[in-house]
Nanobody, 115 residues
Framework: QVQLVESGGGLVQAGGSLRLSCAASGTTFSLNVAGWYRQAPGKQRDLVALIYSSGSTNYANSVKGRFTISRDNAKNTIILQMNSLKPEDTAIYYC?????????WGQGTQVTVSP
């Protein structure tokens, strides 16, 4: 059974930084794609960043140059470093990975950026 557990959300002022982590059990991040999505109130869940088994990455245009996704293979964890945060980054952030045709999500962690 795949379980994803996020941590690191919180409240920060605009221009600040936060670091999100997602620890996995029941799957190995380095063998598949994994990443982060976010959902603001009243909006759909959107892609933030992905990291592939090769280590290559993909980012939403809105976060390029500000967010960095990385992977710690020893800890089976993915990390999202978020810098220069903006109020529009406020959302619940979800860790994601697929396995055997199923999509798995973490419980979500709230990120709130005040003006």
């Amino acid at each position: 059974q795949v379980q994803l557990v996020e941590s690191g959300g919180g409240l920060v002022q605009a221009g600040g930084s936060l670091r999100l982590s997602c620890a996995a059990s029941g799957t190995t991040f380095s063998l598949n794609v994994a990443g982060w999505y976010r959902q603001a109130p009243g909006k759909q869940r959107d892609l933030v960043a992905l990291i592939y088994s090769s280590g290559s990455t993909n980012y939403a245009n809105s976060v390029k140059g500000r967010f960095t996704i990385s992977r710690d293979n020893a800890k089976n964890t993915i990390i999202l470093q978020m810098n220069s945060l903006k109020p529009e980054d406020t959302a619940i952030y979800y860790c994601y990975t697929p396995k055997w045709g199923e999509n798995y999500w973490g419980q979500g962690t709230q990120v709130t950026v005040s003006p």
